[in-house]
């Protein structure tokens, strides 16, 4: 299920990236939207790339669902249910509902007119589908500067798709005017130069809020390398480091060379040929990197990952992973958990739900008494052994999505580093009706 659920979070990552390089080629790269028949082209894409990607979203709504279902196909009951009364649901539905107002926008306006300001208008309408996706990541779970958080990874994902996504478009279209419609060199370098200034203007971004990301994220070096996250987030980091070396590549080598061959007014087949490598290659890793990205978002975060097995094993569960198996990364390694520290005065008591409660929707109140201590600041809440979410308020919130079923949950006292968790603990196990 997990390698489902991240394969399609990838692909739609990528459809949108796709989505928002052919926008920005139509309507910023061609030199004032010439040729026409590229920009129509790009612009029918477009709109076929929003449809697919309501595929791909509904393909992870029932994904999400089979989850909830206990890996069984859900019901449209619980999707209802999933859909109007979680966050990520009614989320879910506004893009969804978003989106396909898009494709009828765009497939409308391909029908009667291709103008460049239409099409920048378009743009601009695509990046809140993309910049919402952050309204159900990591960052969401923060209880300190959230809105900081979710407005870098929102900047970094439309950064990303703006570069990532449009080296494939930009291949394609420099393979169109030279090979099919045989425009001159000037053009191929002109194209090529905004597009570099939009990637190193992108770079700049993404560097930016990667390392803020990394730091709230992951918090340390050795979760770094020891967590499924940051295994996963330093392969990512190794293929952009790669994908940066060869658009500076591409920028101080391959663009000089195509004003030199404008100047000249001839392109020779052999730079033609090393123009297309070079920026096939780079779109080719910024693929690979859309897709980890895809991976990252199932995964939990570095900081919290290295307590799920811990939590499944005090559960008498089977334990979550804690390391990720570097050169077979789809794959978990079984390791032991850190050993919980002592409690120096925290402690934590379920009230709600009591021992054996049932409950007729996946929304699972609680109410605790919880003392701090020393070093307590906030609670970790698991079910059946996984982390479902962080609690700082002193009496009580909402376990929401549980699926149907026997549960046990799990409280356990943290510090505020977000990674130590006390020998302070209380659980109960409870029951959501079918």
Sequence with gaps: ????????????????ALLLGSLMTAGFLLFQGEPLSLRRTLVSFSWR????????SSCSLVIQGAKLEGGTFPTLDL???YLLHTQSGKIWLARLIYAILLVVGIFLFSRRSNDLKGIRLFLFLSLPLVASRSLTSHAVALRENMILAVSADAVHLMATGLWAGGLPVLLWALYQSTNRLHLPPAWTAATVGRFSRMALFSMALLVLTGIYQSWIEVGTVPILFETPYGQTLLLKLFLFL????????????TRPKLFAAAQSKELPQWLRRKTWRRIGG?????????????FLTVLPPGIHSLHQGNAGTSAGLQPYP??????????????PAPKLELAEGAKVAILIPTEGQTFDSDE???????????????????????????????????????????????????????????????????????
């Design 79 to 81: 999707l209802g249910r």
């Design 49 to 56: 790339l929003l449809i697919f990607y309501v595929v791909i």
């Design 282 to 294: 780079e779109a080719l890793i910024g693929l690979g990197v859309l897709c980890l990205t895809g």
């Design 364 to 434: 699972v109140p609680m109410k605790y008494e919880f003392v701090k201590g020393k070093r307590g600041n906030h609670l970790h809440a698991y079910v059946d052994g996984k982390l479902m979410g962080m609690f700082s308020n002193p009496d009580g919130g909402t376990l929401t999505g549980i699926q149907p079923g026997r549960h046990v949950l799990e409280l356990r006292v943290t510090t505020e580093d977000h990674v130590t968790e006390l020998d302070a603990k209380d659980q109960v196990r409870f029951t959501v009706k079918q």
């Design 242 to 253: 790669f994908m940066a070396a060869l658009g500076g590549l591409n920028f101080f080598s």
């Design 1 to 16: 299920m997990f390698t489902i659920e991240a394969a399609a979070s990838g692909i739609g990552y990528c459809t949108l």
């Design 322 to 335: 804690a390391r990720l198996n570097f050169f077979t990364w789809l794959g978990y390694l079984l390791t």
